[in-house]
């Protein structure tokens, strides 16, 4: 089952003061997303990504094409009732407490009694707000806030997360917590899709992602999958070395970087056996570290593919828009 389908999903903005022009803002995404992954939709600033979540929640419609979440048609109110969603910048009643905010839309959904104090309660401590919960909202930090968001959205048990750069203003801490939850959910067989342009958090969570440029999809697939990402070389870092036995076996060697006293990162084709130096080495006295595979990164490949889209990507004004 696919919890997201979109087919040619496009939306148009009319932009300027006098006359107004036609600016794309999504062009023609076709995407599936199966139940139960946790996908990441990459993209940099005004790529489109906050568009296209927009467009599969009915916050605004399309020019053309069209979107099913769940099997169901986007905006089907029976879908709705298993679908959460944490907007890029969201804004609560900053009167209320975290308490009596989620306490308000749990009573939306229906819940009522012990069942929505205990719901309200056990959510805010996934989300790691403690004693703050009974502090107005206007006394949140803007990490504190998308904790807060985060625990609304998943208020219903919902098959299908759809988060808007769910790590926004976080600190270390909160990230980390939330890529716990995340894979909690996973774990569950709920499906998660969350844009970002940090890349480090698709790396560690996603099993696909795409990659959105100009309001245009230029990649997607699996990670493991990807070209880009294939093992092309070893990484060895060992200390005990000294410049004089690096320079023995630097014609072995893509690059040696000296890390500090003593302690030296070398890089290895990848037809070259690593274990056979870190022997030699290891006789001469040194001390292996670790070891690594050399491979692009997502961040890597990310900036390609922008690259490369921004390079031979069509105009944004659709045709008979006007100059």
Same mark, same amino acid.
């Given at each position: 089952?696919?919890?997201?389908?979109?087919?040619?999903?496009?939306?148009?903005?009319?932009?300027?003061?006098?006359?107004?022009?036609?600016?794309?803002?999504?062009?023609?995404?076709?995407?599936?997303?199966?139940?139960?992954?946790?996908?990441? +939709?990459?993209?940099?600033? %005004?790529?489109?990504? !906050?568009? !296209?979540?927009?467009?599969?929640?009915?916050?605004?419609?399309?020019?053309?094409?069209?979107?099913?979440?769940?099997?169901?048609?986007?905006?089907?109110?029976?879908?709705?009732?298993?679908?959460?969603?944490?907007?890029?910048?969201?804004?609560?009643?900053?009167?209320?407490?975290?308490?009596?905010?989620?306490?308000? +839309?749990?009573?939306? +959904? %229906?819940?009522? /009694?012990?069942?929505?104090?205990?719901?309200?309660?056990?959510?805010?401590?996934?989300?790691?707000?403690?004693?703050?919960?009974?502090?107005?909202?206007?006394?949140?930090?803007?990490?504190?806030?998308?904790?807060?968001? @985060?625990?609304?959205?998943?208020?219903?048990?919902?098959?299908?997360?759809? +988060?808007?750069?769910?790590?926004?203003?976080?600190?270390? #801490?909160?990230?980390?917590?939330?890529?716990? #939850? @995340?894979?909690?959910?996973?774990?569950?067989?709920?499906?998660?899709?969350?844009?970002?342009?940090?890349?480090?958090?698709?790396?560690?969570?996603?099993?696909?992602?795409?990659?959105?440029?100009?309001?245009?999809?230029?990649?997607? /697939?699996?990670?493991?999958?990807?070209?880009?990402?294939?093992?092309? /070389?070893?990484?060895?870092?060992?200390? %005990?070395?000294?410049?004089?036995?690096?320079?023995?076996?630097?014609?072995?060697?893509?690059?040696?970087?000296?890390?500090?006293?003593?302690?030296?990162?070398?890089?290895?084709?990848?037809?070259?056996?690593?274990?056979?130096?870190?022997?030699?080495?290891?006789?001469?006295?040194?001390?292996?570290?670790?070891?690594?595979?050399?491979?692009? !990164?997502?961040?890597?490949?990310?900036?390609?593919?922008?690259?490369?889209?921004?390079?031979?990507?069509?105009?944004?004004?659709?045709? /008979?828009?006007?100059?």
């Amino acid at each position: 089952m696919l919890a997201i389908r979109t087919e040619a999903l496009t939306k148009d903005y009319a932009v300027g003061f006098w006359r107004k022009r036609p600016y794309r803002a999504l062009d023609r995404l076709t995407l599936e997303v199966a139940a139960g992954e946790v996908f990441g +939709f990459l993209g940099p600033n %005004g790529a489109g990504k !906050t568009t !296209t979540l927009k467009l599969l929640m009915q916050l605004i419609y399309p020019t053309s094409g069209r979107a099913e979440l769940l099997g169901r048609p986007a905006g089907d109110v029976d879908g709705r009732r298993r679908i959460g969603y944490l907007p890029e910048n969201p804004y609560f009643y900053d009167h209320l407490t975290a308490e009596e905010l989620l306490t308000y +839309f749990a009573a939306v +959904f %229906g819940y009522r /009694g012990r069942a929505r104090r205990d719901r309200v309660a056990r959510l805010l401590d996934e989300v790691g707000i403690g004693v703050e919960r009974r502090l107005q909202l206007r006394k949140f930090s803007r990490g504190m806030l998308q904790r807060v968001g @985060i625990a609304q959205a998943l208020l219903n048990d919902p098959a299908l997360v759809v +988060f808007d750069e769910p790590m926004s203003g976080l600190d270390p #801490l909160g990230r980390r917590d939330v890529r716990r #939850l @995340i894979l909690r959910l996973r774990d569950q067989g709920v499906t998660v899709f969350f844009s970002s342009h940090v890349l480090s958090d698709a790396e560690a969570l996603c099993s696909r992602v795409a990659v959105l440029a100009g309001g245009r999809l230029v990649a997607s /697939g699996r990670l493991g999958d990807m070209a880009a990402f294939q093992v092309r /070389g070893w990484e060895l870092v060992m200390t %005990g070395l000294d410049e004089a036995r690096v320079d023995r076996v630097r014609d072995r060697l893509l690059g040696a970087t000296r890390i500090g006293d003593g302690r030296y990162a070398l890089e290895l084709p990848l037809e070259s056996a690593p274990d056979r130096l870190v022997a030699e080495l290891s006789a001469a006295g040194a001390e292996l570290v670790s070891l690594n595979p050399v491979r692009d !990164t997502l961040e890597d490949f990310f900036v390609e593919q922008v690259t490369r889209s921004a390079a031979s990507a069509p105009p944004r004004w659709p045709a /008979g828009g006007g100059a």
